[in-house]
């Protein structure tokens, strides 16, 4: 992860670090102070713009880093409930789109590494779509990436065996 944002640009690396606080803040105790306000609406406001521009256009790296930023928001906002800003249906709306622009749909046999950027990328996804499987059924409201996107492989072992157990138990959601 290093690595991918020190090839970011100054203000997205702040828009990341404030977006990773402020999920991190969201889930712990009420004594923990919230990140600056500011530079949470800031970090929304940056990738919210980011939306208009051509993700093809921007370095693949830039885009994974919004990516974990909107899922890093949308769980922010699912850990605040209803509010002033975005809702978590929002945020992972948007990442969802962003994943398949990037075509993180499309299975790429990772390296036999787990910090690989292709095992990140593989990471991202599932992470995206066990997030919207359980969204899905707790609100009752359809999935947004369908089963044909949706491919679990033995190599997907590389994400860990939690990580992989809890995405196979993700994909039979949709089934009950």
Known sequence: MDKLLSACPDDLKS????????????????NVPAVDPR??????????ACQYENASIRPYTTN?????????????????GPGKSHSFSFWLGNAVALAYSMRLH??????????????????????LVIIDRWHALSTSTPVRIPEEAISLYAEDRLMGDDFYHLARKSLTLSHT
């Open 39 to 48: 530079l949470a609406k800031k970090a929304a406001d940056m990738v919210i």
């Open 15 to 30: 828009a990341f670090h404030a977006t990773l606080s402020a999920a991190v803040r969201s889930l712990s105790t009420p």
């Open 106 to 127: 499309v299975y790429k046999k990772p390296q036999n590494n787990s910090d690989s950027e292709e095992a990140l990328i593989r990471r991202i996804w599932w992470t």
């Open 64 to 80: 994974i880093v919004y990516l974990q930023i909107m899922v890093l928001m949308a769980i922010e906002a699912e850990s605040r």
